[in-house]
């Protein structure tokens, strides 16, 4: 867990936002739950064991905290980028929110700046009343 997402719990606790899953795997459970047989079961579907930061599945509402991660420097002297950073990490990163909105999410991504300032929690309330209000 990242630093921001560490804090964007701490909001979400303090705003008393309950409902709400860290590291929900919704790709294992649109595939029928974890448990024997996932792998296959997420080949059959087209989906990846996927998770989102945080999820709150009976509003079907997800959050991402987006960020550039580094991994130190390669040979040459320049930084090395995380997964996310690439072209085909963000083409994965792509996919996984088509995906999700194909299966009736409504997916937020934040940065960990929104975070801190406090935008991102702001934005999640009135996503949760929209939500709320639809259900």
Known sequence: MS????????HLM???????????????MAAGGPGKGLRKRLADADLK??????????????????????YGKTRSG??????????????EDLRKYDAAMRMGWTVYRCSPLMVRQGHAIETIKR?????????
Do not use: N
């Open 49 to 70: 064991d996927w998770r989102f930061d945080f999820a709150h599945p009976g509003l079907g509402l997800a959050v991402e905290v987006e960020g550039i991660t580094r």
């Open 3 to 10: 630093a921001a997402e560490e804090t964007l719990a701490l």
């Open 14 to 28: 303090a705003e008393k936002l309950t409902g709400w899953d860290r590291e929900y795997r919704f790709g294992a």
């Open 127 to 135: 996503l949760v009343q929209a939500a709320e209000e639809c259900a």
């Open 78 to 91: 320049k930084m090395a980028l995380g997964r996310h950073q690439t072209s085909k990490g963000m083409e």
